[in-house]
């Protein structure tokens, strides 16, 4: 998912939101958010480690790290500073910097459940010629409707960006779709499962529509640190095969 990085914040389990302020609310490892956000003065962070495997048998690392902080009720300010080694480089550098607001509009309405969207802006600050950055300044806009059916919570995401720039290292508009499904197993243990697509892109930086599947467990050490790992794999599309693993902590009030 190294790609995703490029297209749109990767904000990364299907969860609704919690009645408890310091419950965790993991929005990693899928590609897909929630629309639950974090309560008022509450900081929860996301971090992870992914590995990539391309199909030119290059590998890339991927270290995303996403601050979420609650600013008022229904409304969640996120930062994200992802850590990246590209494929094919010696260079480990920081990523451009993405800021959003998630906005939880309505809970539990028809059809779209619990509603939010996600206005984002992604600034140039990694590098782009050790390619840690693409150069451009993005804004997304991504919209959240979250369900749960029975033991069984879905996220539904579409978002498009747009970006600066002249389209050759990064294409100018960009859009991406998901589906991710979290669900208890046993006990503390639960399972998150994600089909994901970026439709084709235009220009010199352009590249062929990509779906792929995301899918690993989930464990709660404690109700406000959760843990996770997987798996990604193409189904169709230049989508490199990867691992990941990482957390979620709760840290607290502020």
């Known amino acids: ?28 490892p899928t590609v897909a958010t929630h629309a639950g956000t974090v309560a008022p003065g509450w900081l929860e ?29 229904r409304v969640q300010l996120s930062v994200q500073t992802p850590v990246l080694n590209p494929p094919s480089e010696d260079t480990t550098g920081f990523g451009d910097l993405t800021i959003g607001m998630k906005w939880r509009i309505v809970d539990g ?12 802006i992604k600034t140039p600050t990694g590098s782009e010629t050790s390619g840690t950055g693409t150069g451009t300044t993005d804004f997304s806009l991504l919209l959240i409707s979250s369900h749960q059916f029975g033991p069984v919570d879905m996220d539904i995401n579409g978002g498009y960006t747009r970006r600066s720039g002249d389209g050759s290292t990064a294409p100018r508009n960009a859009e991406v779709w998901t589906a991710a ?50 798996y990604i794999g193409p ?14 902590y709760n840290i607290g009030h502020f």
Request: no cysteine.
């Open 1 to 28: 998912m190294l790609a995703s990085l490029f297209l749109l914040p990767q904000l990364l389990s299907a969860q609704t939101p919690s009645a408890n302020p310091h419950d965790a609310q993991p929005e990693r």
């Open 45 to 73: 962070v996301e971090s992870g480690i992914e590995v990539d495997r391309f199909s030119d048998h290059s590998h890339g690392v991927s270290f995303p790290t996403v601050s979420k902080f609650g600013v008022a009720p």
């Open 109 to 120: 309405a028809p059809v779209v459940g619990d509603f939010a969207i996600l206005p984002s």
């Open 181 to 230: 499904f979290g669900w208890a197993v046993h006990g503390r243990f639960g399972w998150d499962a994600e089909i994901y697509g970026y439709p084709g892109t235009a220009g010199p930086a352009g590249s062929p529509p990509i779906v792929a599947i995301l899918s690993g467990p989930t464990f709660a050490l404690r109700k406000f640190l959760v843990v996770d790992a997987g």
């Open 235 to 248: 189904i169709t599309g230049p989508q490199p095969r990867g691992v990941y693993a990482g957390l979620v």
